[in-house]
């Protein structure tokens, strides 16, 4: 913007002045293009829409082997379930304790992982009878989980994702998360996605392509738009929820209190 002011008012300018402005605007903006390079903004295409409970305050969504599981937060409210697809229905579910937050989920080695909010608790379920297996503590908050080469990779809501161990949750590594030279913070759920980290960025329609090699962000994906492309324009809450279908590259997101969930298929923005 400024760089196109500097180009419409040059009268005030002597010459020489104005030839060496513009030169550094123009090193500015070859710069900022360089730490860009390799991003991709994508736009997205509606496959299918099923129904989805709109009670639930999605924080975690998992696809494995024909089954979606989710988990579901608020005080009093938090639960882990199992829910079919093609209709919505809930085939099995379990309620966490009042005084918990249900946060992010992860299935791994035919467990699922589910993080908690603020109580520092991630509990690890049989998949089958999600009869309760483990109870692990961890530090800081929980938001997002996915596993990626055996290592699960949690979110707490800042710019960095941490790698933990399954077996002991003790932390791997960290790295942060930056698009260019920006940090991008409010990560949230997460999926691993064609060996790249998808995250939903809280509060935004982004869903952000992160390797989880450097911590780059590679790709944007922009959401804006989902429940108005059905028609829906009634109460709903954040964009939360990723789930990835490997076997058959099925790509399905929803939020926080949505009537629907969407499969759909993206594509790079021309």
Request: proline share 3%; hydrophobic share 35%; with cysteine.
């Amino acid at each position: 913007m400024l760089k196109n002011q500097v180009l419409k008012s040059p009268g005030n300018l002597l010459p020489g002045c104005f030839l060496v402005l513009l030169s550094c605007f123009v090193i500015v903006d070859t710069c900022a293009d360089e730490h860009l390079k390799g991003h991709v903004a994508y736009e997205y295409e509606i496959v299918n829409q099923y129904r989805h409970d709109p009670t639930a305050f999605t924080q975690g969504l998992v696809y494995s082997n024909g089954r979606l599981f989710e988990s579901t937060g608020l005080w009093g409210q938090s639960r882990l379930r199992e829910v079919e697809l093609e209709t919505g229905k809930v085939k099995n579910e379990i309620s966490l304790d009042n005084r918990l937050f249900g946060e992010g989920l992860e299935l791994y080695d035919d467990k699922l992982y589910q993080l908690t909010w603020k109580s520092g608790l991630l509990f690890v379920y049989d998949s089958k009878t999600f009869e309760r297996l483990a109870t692990h503590r961890l530090s800081g908050q929980g938001w997002g989980l996915t596993e990626t080469d055996g290592k699960l990779v949690k979110s707490d809501g800042s710019s960095r994702l941490t790698f933990l161990d399954p077996a002991t949750m003790k932390p791997l590594r960290i790295i942060e998360v930056t698009r260019g030279n920006e940090s991008i913070d409010k990560l949230n759920e997460l999926e691993m996605v064609n060996g790249l980290i998808y995250a939903n960025v809280f509060q935004t329609n982004q869903v952000v392509m992160i390797s989880p090699v450097t911590g780059q962000v590679v790709g944007t994906l922009d959401l804006s738009g989902l429940l108005k492309a059905v028609n829906y324009y009634g109460k709903a809450g954040v964009l939360n929820g990723i789930a990835y279908d490997d076997q058959n590259d099925r790509l399905f997101v929803t939020g926080k209190h949505w009537p629907y969930l969407f499969e759909i298929k993206i594509k790079p923005v021309n």
